[in-house]
């Protein structure tokens, strides 16, 4: 988003580029669950049998989904 800054009434205005936080915010939502669901198809697959590699996935699954916790408050 570029806004435009007016420090002082005589002073050119200062371009300012800023990131629309909002924008970033659902771009991370939507990758995190886009990953989220990846994981969970894994764990689920029964052509991957690595049980140490299922239960790392989990582990992913958990801390993504406390992430987006976060992201929503």
Known sequence: MLKINN?????KPHWILET????IKVALEEKLKEMIERN???IASD????????RKLAEEVKRYKE???ELSR
């Open 40 to 42: 969970e198809r894994i």
């Open 7 to 11: 420090y002082m009434e005589n002073e």
């Open 67 to 69: 992430y987006l916790i």
């Open 20 to 23: 629309d936080d909002a924008v």
């Open 47 to 54: 052509f991957e049998t690595d049980i140490e590699y299922k």
